[in-house]
């Protein structure tokens, strides 16, 4: 038996020389050093000291082309644990490399470091980084920057220039601090008090308007905006005073060109889209408000985040009395987020037309008992988020070392594919199903099996449009609509042509959404709320993809430096 072993680990051995050796010759290599540390930063009229990678917020871009190996080296000279997710990006074959801490990987401790690497493959636009532990994405984030081989041309008319916009949130107060005191004592996190485009509250925001964000423009000329949602809380109504826009891709794939003057964006959600300078000189606000779908709520800032977009000629800047505003739809505008979301359709689209997989999954919030005398002011229950009333507990070591390790006792199989019982689900739901079970569970996928997920919101506590985030897939949007999902007669309108791709999807308040996708990329890939304060209340879930039957359809082993709990 001793010498098989050393056989097969020389084997194991050969194999990876041979990948490592396929991945660093197949394409151009790019490299970034990520220093996580602190900054002291001022906004709102408030100087905080927040977490950053190389002292930048938002965090430095990084631009590839489709197919390149990316390497990132992340030092980790913070106070926190820390890991970095790509979110969008496939992982095809490098799970390793996916970043959520204790799903992927261990955290990375205070004075450690971790390399990721990985490569590109069949993915073009805009995507983006971000911390995936506790807060720390509200200012550990920056964008990713796919754009198509050398010599390969966008399908859409070539812009003169591309423009970075990342939307944010800003907090007077330590960020880490803001979930673990919800979670104390059994509350919603604070809202942030301050919106931001490329970091920069803007003009309506206290001592704000001597840091608004500029981005200049000339007259004539086609401008591509690569749009990044990293917000922690809420959707936004997106617009540009007096401009049409057309979306030509989201999460990173291309769609057919959709022309609008209001853009709806998920937290998560990346957006890439065409504006022609097509206005008289002058000075124009970019601007976001919230869209807040949770009926009845007023808890929510309301206030428009700018950044002004500027004309300028060829030897001076021609400025307007004032920047023009755009006007807003009403914040709980659920009609106008709704008509935007069904409008998008993909350029091209290969949905899978049979299912192998079909999962319902109600999503929404429980009360739970709490542990100790942490939320007596709160009738000694706190809130937390659920899928077919199972709230995920994060395990204290990673499920994807566990499962390939054969570790026991991190994780169970059985995650449910339905809710435990039928219920009018948008209605008034009797308080006996408030109260959800808490668990580390996983749904394990056949390699290549296709899926199809029906995500039904729940009015426990409260009705919420919800972005739902999967890692390591893209997926198809084929039909969503409001109350109570028909498996009988809804299926009929679902779009198996040339539905939405994403990779974040959002589920109308008070109603349901319909998704398919091929499991081929084997792992441990998380499914969780981008709502920041959900995901951390375990509005979350992990399926499992079996390797398949080829050595090319098995995930190679860890890299040797991946992080221990």
Same mark, same amino acid.
């Given at each position: 038996?001793?010498?098989?072993?050393?056989?097969?680990?020389?084997?194991?051995?050969?194999?990876?020389l041979?990948?490592?050796?396929?991945?660093?010759?197949?394409?151009?290599l790019?490299?970034?050093?990520?220093?996580?540390?602190?900054?002291?930063?001022?906004?709102?009229?408030?100087?905080?000291?927040?977490?950053?990678? =190389?002292?930048?917020?938002?965090?430095?871009?990084?631009?590839?082309?489709?197919?390149?190996?990316?390497?990132?080296?992340?030092?980790?000279?913070?106070?926190?644990?820390?890991?970095?997710?790509?979110?969008?990006?496939?992982?095809?074959?490098?799970?390793?490399?996916?970043?959520?801490?204790y799903?992927?990987?261990?955290?990375?401790?205070?004075?450690?470091?971790?390399?990721?690497?990985?490569?590109?493959?069949?993915?073009?636009?805009?995507?983006?980084?971000?911390?995936?532990?506790?807060? &720390?994405?509200?200012?550990?984030?920056?964008?990713?920057?796919?754009?198509?081989?050398?010599?390969?041309?966008?399908?859409?008319?070539?812009?003169?220039?591309?423009?970075?916009?990342?939307?944010?949130?800003?907090?007077?107060?330590?960020?880490?601090?803001?979930?673990?005191?919800?979670?104390?004592?059994?509350?919603?996190?604070?809202?942030?008090?301050a919106?931001?485009?490329?970091?920069?509250?803007?003009?309506?925001?206290?001592?704000?308007?001597?840091?608004?964000?500029?981005?200049?423009?000339?007259?004539?000329?086609?401008?591509?905006?690569?749009?990044?949602?990293?917000?922690? &809380?809420?959707?936004?109504?997106?617009?540009?005073?007096?401009?049409?826009?057309?979306?030509?891709?989201?999460?990173?794939?291309?769609t057919?060109?959709?022309?609008?003057?209001?853009?709806?964006?998920?937290?998560? =959600?990346?957006?890439?889209?065409?504006?022609?300078?097509?206005?008289?000189?002058?000075?124009?606000?970019?601007?976001?408000?919230?869209?807040?779908?949770?009926?009845?709520?007023?808890?929510?800032?309301?206030?428009?985040?700018?950044?002004?977009?500027?004309?300028?000629?060829?030897?001076?800047?021609?400025?307007?009395?004032?920047?023009?505003?755009?006007?807003?739809?009403?914040?709980?505008?659920?009609?106008?987020?709704?008509?935007?979301?069904?409008?998008?359709?993909?350029?091209?689209?290969?949905?899978?037309?049979?299912?192998?997989?079909?999962?319902?999954?109600?999503?929404?919030f429980?009360?739970?008992?709490?542990?100790?005398?942490?939320?007596?002011? =709160?009738?000694?229950?706190?809130?937390?988020?659920?899928?077919?009333?199972?709230?995920?507990?994060?395990?204290?070591?990673?499920?994807?070392?566990?499962?390939?390790?054969?570790?026991?006792?991190?994780?169970?199989?059985?995650?449910?594919?339905?809710?435990?019982?039928?219920?009018?689900?948008?209605? =008034?739901?009797?308080?006996?199903?408030?109260?959800?079970?808490?668990?580390t569970? !996983?749904?394990?996928?056949?390699?290549?099996?296709?899926?199809?997920?029906?995500?039904?919101?729940?009015?426990?506590?409260?009705?919420?449009?919800?972005?739902?985030?999967?890692?390591?897939?893209? !997926?198809?949007?084929?039909?969503?609509?409001?109350?109570?999902?028909?498996?009988?007669?809804?299926?009929?309108?679902?779009?198996?042509?040339n539905?939405?791709?994403?990779?974040? !999807?959002?589920?109308?308040?008070g109603?349901?959404?319909?998704?398919?996708?091929?499991?081929?990329?084997?792992?441990?890939?998380?499914?969780?709320?981008?709502?920041?304060?959900h995901?951390?209340?375990?509005?979350?879930?992990?399926?499992?993809?079996?390797?398949?039957?080829?050595?090319?359809?098995?995930?190679?082993?860890?890299p040797?430096?991946?992080?221990?709990?």
């Amino acid at each position: 038996m001793a010498g098989l072993s050393s056989v097969v680990k020389l084997a194991t051995s050969l194999v990876c020389l041979i990948l490592v050796a396929a991945w660093t010759a197949s394409a151009a290599l790019v490299h970034h050093k990520f220093t996580i540390g602190t900054q002291n930063v001022t906004r709102v009229c408030n100087t905080q000291t927040i977490v950053t990678v =190389n002292g930048q917020f938002p965090g430095p871009t990084i631009e590839v082309r489709e197919g390149d190996n990316l390497v990132v080296e992340v030092d980790n000279n913070g106070p926190y644990n820390v890991t970095i997710h790509w979110h969008g990006v496939k992982q095809l074959k490098s799970c390793w490399a996916d970043g959520p801490a204790y799903i992927t990987q261990c955290p990375i401790t205070p004075g450690n470091k971790f390399t990721y690497k990985f490569t590109i493959t069949g993915q073009e636009g805009t995507l983006w980084w971000h911390a995936h532990i506790s807060y &720390l994405r509200a200012t550990v984030h920056g964008a990713l920057v796919i754009k198509p081989r050398a010599g390969k041309a966008y399908p859409f008319p070539k812009p003169d220039a591309e423009i970075p916009i990342i939307l944010g949130e800003w907090w007077n107060a330590n960020v880490e601090d803001v979930i673990a005191d919800a979670i104390k004592t059994g509350t919603v996190p604070a809202n942030s008090d301050a919106y931001t485009i490329n970091g920069q509250p803007g003009d309506f925001f206290n001592c704000s308007a001597n840091d608004t964000s500029h981005i200049s423009v000339k007259s004539g000329k086609r401008y591509l905006l690569r749009i990044v949602h990293a917000g922690m &809380l809420h959707g936004s109504f997106f617009k540009i005073a007096q401009h049409k826009m057309t979306v030509v891709a989201v999460d990173a794939v291309y769609t057919k060109p959709y022309t609008t003057d209001v853009l709806l964006i998920q937290p998560g =959600n990346t957006m890439d889209v065409l504006i022609t300078a097509d206005q008289k000189l002058g000075q124009y606000y970019i601007g976001t408000r919230v869209y807040n779908s949770q009926p009845g709520r007023t808890e929510y800032l309301n206030t428009t985040t700018t950044a002004i977009l500027e004309y300028k000629g060829n030897d001076k800047t021609y400025i307007a009395s004032a920047p023009l505003l755009p006007n807003f739809p009403a914040y709980d505008d659920t009609a106008t987020a709704f008509k935007f979301s069904t409008a998008l359709r993909s350029l091209r689209s290969s949905v899978p037309q049979t299912v192998d997989e079909e999962m319902f999954i109600t999503e929404g919030f429980g009360l739970v008992p709490c542990m100790d005398n942490s939320c007596t002011d =709160n009738n000694g229950v706190r809130p937390v988020g659920s899928l077919n009333n199972i709230s995920f507990v994060d395990p204290e070591i990673s499920i994807l070392q566990a499962y390939y390790n054969g570790t026991n006792g991190v994780f169970t199989r059985d995650f449910p594919s339905n809710p435990p019982q039928a219920f009018n689900y948008t209605g =008034n739901v009797p308080l006996s199903l408030w109260t959800p079970e808490l668990g580390t569970k !996983v749904k394990v996928l056949k390699f290549n099996s296709t899926v199809q997920i029906v995500f039904q919101n729940t009015a426990i506590i409260t009705l919420q449009n919800h972005p739902i985030h999967l890692h390591g897939h893209d !997926v198809y949007l084929v039909g969503q609509g409001f109350g109570n999902y028909n498996s009988q007669t809804d299926p009929a309108n679902f779009n198996l042509v040339n539905p939405q791709t994403l990779n974040t !999807v959002g589920v109308p308040t008070g109603g349901w959404a319909a998704i398919r996708f091929v499991a081929n990329n084997p792992g441990v890939w998380l499914m969780h709320c981008h709502f920041e304060s959900h995901s951390a209340l375990g509005f979350a879930m992990v399926f499992l993809t079996e390797d398949g039957p080829r050595n090319s359809d098995k995930l190679p082993p860890p890299p040797s430096d991946l992080p221990k709990c």
